[in-house]
């Protein structure tokens, strides 16, 4: 089902869901009719974004059943019964249960549209609301997930709360290691996809022969070796997410045949003529600038346009240096437990080496260097010193001073008293310093 409110109509009487259809298409209501309650329960999933309408009299299960077993998939759907004379009495115990209102037979069609309105209009305030309880759980659980307190991890974290529950397609841009996929691993996981599949493909990690066939599929025998069916990355991902990772490496006579699966939301796998419906919504990784590239003919500007409905910056780690000292902490702790061994303190020198290293791999590399510093390793490999030219004595200062606070803030949780008191400093001084570096 779409995420558009619609009313899906129950009535095995052809008649009445004629009208009732035609009664809610003047008022410029969608609708959708059914038979039975078999046929509804089929379509009523947990994206459903409508309501129900219901006779309580059908064959095989009864609207009342059919309630019953709505509610239990969902307690916040309306579900309208309509009775014959007889039910009235039958009708009231269905409210007491859960029915948003019932309607006797023969009722107006002004009584319908009205119903109709101020169930939609619940239904619309009760996925709003819900909306808004998911993204407010998301942000407090992107804290633990995208680590990082400077302005620019603040903001990526906002970002991805704001469009996790929406369809959008996202375009992640960012260098090598600065966390595309778990960013991408997060807007699923904080939208009503979920519970469906998160399917990765690296477009630099295959052969152009091998592309077409894994990501649209292909029939048995569609070409020398494919002894039987395989379903592609994209239908796979049929009620989830795809992370189409290094997109800019996907060959270009490919990319016209994905523009067209985003824009028909349909497919055929290699050696068919059938057409597959597909609902993914596809999250785009590159390190590369895709419009550059578009204006050189390297990569097709109108699937560009397509994929960066939103985009997303991930900064380079050497551009957000005052959450080095918070990440390497937390990697330092998830490398002591992998290895079983105790957490090594932090000093001063290893602290500075850190800030002022350049961080070309960025959060992959500092993830390797806790590793290393974990096992008793030097943290730099060659000299055990950070890159001498990546700061100005200055900058490196302020940046080791400024890691050094947060750090200090951190362990605190923002006691300014105590954290003065652990770092030897006058409250005063402290909060100057607080305010300086925006902390």
């Known amino acids: 089902m779409s995420d558009s409110l619609t009313v899906l109509i129950v009535e095995d009487d052809p008649h009445v869901l004629l009208g009732c259809q035609q009664a809610l298409a003047l008022e410029d209501i969608d609708s ?3 038979g039975s309650a078999e046929e509804a329960l089929q379509r009523v999933d947990e994206d459903f974004a409508g309501i129900v309408i219901s006779d309580i009299r059908l064959p095989g299960i009864d609207g009342l059943e059919l309630l019953t ?20 009495g039958m009708a009231v115990n269905a409210m007491r249960d859960g029915a948003y209102d019932f309607m006797e037979k023969p009722f107006s ?20 609301v819900s909306a808004l309880r998911r993204q407010l759980a998301g942000r407090q659980a992107l804290e633990q997930r995208i680590i990082g307190r400077s302005p620019a991890m603040q903001q990526l974290r906002e970002l991805i709360a704001n469009v996790a529950d929406t369809n959008a397609n996202v375009l992640i841009e960012g260098e090598t290691g600065t966390g595309k996929e778990l960013v991408a691993r997060c807007l699923h996981d904080f939208s009503r996809r979920q ?10 990690g295959l052969p152009e022969s091998l592309f077409e066939s894994e990501i649209f599929g292909h029939e048995a025998h569609a070409f020398t070796g494919a002894g039987k069916r395989r379903i592609g990355k994209i239908e796979h991902a049929d009620g989830g997410s795809l992370f189409l990772d290094e997109i800019e490496s996907m060959p270009l006579g490919l990319q016209i045949k994905l523009l067209r699966v985003l824009q028909e939301h349909s497919l055929e796998r290699l050696g068919s003529n059938q057409s597959i419906n597909v609902d993914c919504r596809v999250i785009a990784a590159t390190k590369s600038d895709l419009d550059e590239l578009g204006r050189r003919g390297e990569f097709r500007s109108d699937l560009y346009y397509r994929l960066n409905v939103v985009t997303l910056e991930l900064p380079p780690l050497r551009e ?10 937390h990697f330092l702790q998830l490398a002591a ?12 020198h290893t602290l500075a080496a850190l800030t002022a290293h350049d961080w070309p791999g960025n959060v992959r590399e500092l993830r390797n260097v806790a590793e290393r510093f974990a096992l008793g390793l030097p ?19 302020e940046a080791f001073e400024r890691n050094l606070l947060g750090a200090a803030l951190e362990r605190h949780a923002g006691n300014l008293s105590q954290a003065a008191q652990a770092l030897g400093l006058a ?9 300086k570096y925006g902390l």
């Open 69 to 88: 077993r709505l509610k239990q998939r969902d307690p916040s759907l309306p579900v309208v019964l309509i009775t014959g004379h007889g039910d009235i």
């Open 320 to 329: 957000r240096r005052e959450d080095i000292a918070l990440l390497f902490e």
């Open 109 to 128: 069609p002004e009584r319908l549209v009205d119903v109709v309105r101020r169930a939609l209009e619940q239904r619309s305030l009760a996925r709003e």
């Open 379 to 397: 943290v730099f490999k060659k000299s055990g010193q950070a890159d001498s030219n990546a700061l100005g004595f200055n900058e490196a200062v």
């Open 337 to 348: 437990l992998r290895f079983d061994r105790g957490t090594p303190e932090l000093d001063r």
């Open 195 to 204: 519970s469906k599949q998160f399917v990765a493909l690296n477009c630099g």
């Open 32 to 34: 959708i009719g059914v």
């Open 427 to 435: 409250k005063t001084t402290l909060f100057d310093k607080v305010k």
